[in-house]
């Protein structure tokens, strides 16, 4: 009986001490962690293989978002044209773009195949709050492909700010994009034009 | 033989000619001065990709067991190191260039013709050399950009590079005409193959997707010219 007990304090104190963990994470181990956890996720999940949509959604937006500073990816991604931009259009670009970005993420999860990630060597000096960490995707069918984390260090742990596949971020890919969009027609422009895709994307499920 | 690469390179350079000329259909992007000419190029391409490249490179990913189609890849990329060594001695990095002559050699020998990778295993790292990348090196601006058909992104720079690439091509200059023509196509169908898991990625996240493809080719080639560290670009 006594074990038992000793056993339940063991596993509560763990159990509490994990969110901190995770918030502490040195940020090459938070990459490492939440890879092989998605990764493990998806290997044994046929569906998500096979293109389910909905559930890699689902797996993207439990296990990744929490990570992700959406709010610092949309004010990259728009430059200089974020001051110019309002409260509620920054709000309504991070929302848009943020279903843009998971819904990329997602669709590129349902094209898992066996690829193996390695991380880069990796130091991080003290007080530093930006960090870049450096992983290799191997292919089994191709080659190797580079993709690196920029992370950023907040109160509640390190959050990714970009994503850099084989070199090309793909936050700031989108600066050309939303500039021209915004030359064209405006803020409200862009938010309409993110929106009319999301929802695209959405009916064609 | 040298005739028909010439005749491939005298082909990209009229292209490329045509761009500069097309450039009075300017647009407001510096990188992009003639991108109303580089849209109808990516709309041919696009009619003849979805036509033609496309379905048959599904067709070879279907049919193609996974472990042959590696095969293929590896068998293109090794021959594509000897490229790889030239450019990197030209740039001045010896080291490099005797790494890839290495893998060059072990790859072709115990891989089998290089149909195995068994190199990259043994610690010793595939490079990305080409001779777009060597001129960016040397110091040469990458100019306008440039889209065309079949060929793909390319920049005014990288057009020329294309040229010598395909001019110190080892597949390209084949004698042997039937057996270079095989390979050149079997190398394009499995090229194209490698690119359909991206395809659906980019449907996915581009608004615009020649804009999309643009900035991605410059940032990528940018990256590439620095060896994957380019400085980082003022906000």
């Not at chain 1, 960090?131 to 992370?151: E, F, R």
Request: glycine residues 8%.
């Amino acid at each position: 009986m006594k074990s038992m007990k000793w056993l339940f304090l063991a596993v509560s104190s763990l159990l509490l001490a994990l969110p901190a963990a995770a918030n502490d994470a040195a940020p090459d181990q938070l990459v490492k962690g939440v890879t092989d956890e998605v990764i493990a996720i998806v290997r044994a999940d046929k569906d998500i293989q096979s293109g389910n949509a909905k559930k890699a959604v689902a797996l993207v937006e439990t296990k990744v978002l929490p990570h992700f500073n959406f709010t610092r990816m949309t004010q990259l991604a728009m430059g200089r044209e974020w001051r110019n931009a309002s409260a509620a259009q920054q709000q309504a670009l991070t929302n848009e773009f943020r279903t843009l970005l998971v819904r990329t993420y997602s669709k590129a999860l349902t094209e898992y195949r066996n690829q193996t990630i390695d991380l880069k060597p990796f130091s991080l000096k003290a007080g530093e709050t930006d960090a870049k960490v450096k992983t290799i995707v191997n292919q089994p069918n191709g080659k190797p492909i580079q993709l690196d984390y920029s992370l950023e260090k907040q109160d509640n742990g390190w959050k990714v700010y970009d994503i850099e596949v084989a070199g090309v971020s793909l936050v700031t890919n989108y600066r050309e994009t939303f500039a021209s969009e915004i030359r064209n027609g405006g803020v409200d422009s862009l938010i309409k034009t993110l929106q009319s895709k999301n929802q695209a994307a959405d009916s064609k499920k | 033989m040298r005739r028909s690469t010439t005749k491939i390179s005298q082909f990209t350079l009229a292209l490329c000619a045509a761009a500069l000329m097309a450039g009075c259909a300017t647009s407001g992007n510096p990188k992009d001065p003639i991108e109303g000419f580089n849209r109808t190029m990516y709309n041919v391409h696009e009619g003849i990709d979805s036509v033609v490249l496309k379905p048959v490179a599904k067709g070879y990913d279907a049919v193609l067991p996974d472990p042959v189609q590696t095969g293929v890849s590896n068998f293109f990329s090794n021959i594509g190191d000897l490229g790889v060594s030239v450019n990197n001695l030209l740039q001045g990095k010896p080291n490099d260039a005797i790494a890839d002559l290495g893998r060059f050699l072990i790859n072709s020998t115990f891989g089998i013709f290089g149909i195995l990778d068994i190199a990259t295993p043994a610690g010793i790292e595939k490079h990305d050399e080409d001779f777009g990348q060597t001129f960016g090196r040397w110091g040469a601006g990458s100019g306008a950009y440039v889209f065309i058909p079949v060929f793909g992104p390319r920049t005014t720079r990288d057009t020329v590079g294309l040229a010598f690439d395909l001019w110190a091509d080892p597949v390209a200059n084949l004698d042997h005409v039937p057996t270079r023509n095989t390979f050149l196509a079997l190398r394009a169908v499995n090229t194209r193959a490698e690119l359909l898991p991206a395809d659906k990625v980019i449907e996915e996240a581009a608004l615009d997707k020649y804009a999309y493809i643009r900035d991605g080719y410059l940032q990528r080639r940018q990256s590439l010219v620095y060896d994957g560290n380019p400085p980082r670009s003022a906000e």
